[in-house]
């Protein structure tokens, strides 16, 4: 119990450490969005950027996540596609996950 109330405690400090920042960040969220608006953007096109209507490729698991493939197969997966695309494959004799991407010319 001892040890639960002090990791609580530790929590709570940690938590309270940040309400600066995420007080900067709404502050700053403010000052980009009254930027846009006064730079012609619309308060839809700002909420399409906030909050977009449609998925990302990265919220779907089956466009990033290939457990069953090497290295050499992630990298020529890799190699057609632009700068900064992704997938998460299984490491070589291990249990744990490694990532693979697509840096500039290199996968």
């Known amino acids: 119990l001892m040890t ?4 609580s405690r530790e929590l ?3 938590m309270n450490s940040l309400k600066p920042e995420i007080i900067m960040l709404y502050k ?3 000052q980009h969005q009254s930027w846009l608006l006064s730079h012609g953007s ?3 096109d700002i909420t399409q ?4 209507g449609r998925e990302r490729p990265h919220h779907d ?3 990033w996540l290939f457990p069953d493939i090497d290295r050499p197969m992630a990298e020529e997966m ?3 596609r632009e700068h900064g695309t992704f997938l998460i ?3 070589r004799g291990t249990q744990q996950y490694a990532l693979s991407i697509k840096c500039g010319q290199q996968s």
Do not use: F, Y
Request: charged fraction near 40%; aromatic fraction near 0%.
């Open 89 to 91: 494959r299984k490491s």
């Open 12 to 14: 709570d400090t940690e």
């Open 28 to 30: 700053q969220r403010d």
């Open 61 to 63: 698991e089956n466009t």
């Open 78 to 80: 890799l190699q057609p």
């Open 4 to 7: 639960d109330n002090i990791r």
């Open 42 to 44: 619309s308060v839809e």
């Open 49 to 52: 950027l906030v909050h977009p």
